[in-house]
T-cell receptor
Framework: AQSVAQPEDQVNVAEGNPLTVKCTYSVSGNPYLFWYVQYPNRGLQFLLKYITGDNLVKGSYGFEAEFNKSQTSFHLKKPSALVSDSALYFCAVRRNSGYALNFGKGTSLLVTP | ETGVTQTPRHLVMGMTNKKSLKCEQHLGHNAMYWYKQSAKKPLELMFVYSLEERVENNSVPSRFSPECPNSSHLFLHLHTLQPEDSALYLC????????????FGSGTRLTVV
């Protein structure tokens, strides 16, 4: 079954520092990978996706993610964190059937001033 | 607003009540989904509808009953729920059956007392 793992429950970073939120995947075949963000009392918002092509994917709000096939990872990154980036981040992978996505448990990002 | 609207935003119900959650999208999407979000757990896919046909049902208890009368509307009918069913219920839609990303609603926060 297609699955993703987010090993960190929480990531803390100071404003202005680079941030990384980790995600590893387990799939058969080519992975279709996604990152979503959830702000308090809101649904999930799409950040970026990897389908094929360049391993470095750029997304919304200055976020990017690097697809690494040898390490089966798809880490989310941002060069300079903002306090407003504090939220819950979810990694996801498309299921084999093509219908629907499987999500990780989420990583809470806290950016302190 | 993302284009996917969920009502109500909050719902408190007793274990013997019957209630329904509503999801509506005006994005012209062909597939709709129900997910359950509980703290510190991966999002749980409950139901998938594609072109108004249920294509996936992930061992969800029968006290949850979905309905998709047309491609713009999705309901989740609830009856005789348990306290452990308290969670955030998220609706999402996607353009195609083969998923390249979702648009989520803001969710319904359900509390079963």
């Amino acid at each position: 079954a297609q699955s993703v793992a987010q090993p960190e429950d929480q990531v803390n970073v100071a404003e202005g520092n680079p941030l990384t939120v980790k995600c590893t995947y387990s799939v058969s075949g080519n992975p279709y990978l996604f990152w979503y963000v959830q702000y308090p009392n809101r649904g999930l918002q799409f950040l970026l996706k990897y389908i094929t092509g360049d391993n470095l994917v750029k997304g919304s709000y200055g976020f990017e993610a690097e697809f690494n096939k040898s390490q089966t990872s798809f880490h989310l990154k941002k060069p300079s964190a903002l306090v407003s980036d504090s939220a819950l981040y979810f990694c996801a992978v498309r299921r084999n059937s093509g219908y629907a996505l499987n999500f990780g448990k989420g990583t809470s990002l806290l950016v302190t001033p | 607003e993302t284009g996917v609207t969920q009502t109500p935003r909050h719902l408190v119900m007793g274990m013997t009540n019957k209630k329904s959650l509503k999801c509506e999208q005006h994005l012209g999407h062909n597939a709709m989904y129900w997910y359950k979000q509980s703290a510190k757990k991966p999002l749980e896919l409950m139901f998938v509808y594609s072109l108004e046909e249920r294509v996936e049902n992930n061992s969800v208890p029968s006290r949850f009953s979905p309905e998709c009368p047309n491609s713009s509307h999705l309901f989740l009918h609830l009856h005789t729920l348990q306290p452990e069913d308290s969670a955030l219920y998220l609706c999402a839609s996607s353009q195609d059956r083969q998923v390249y990303g979702y648009t989520f609603g803001s969710g319904t926060r359900l509390t079963v007392v």
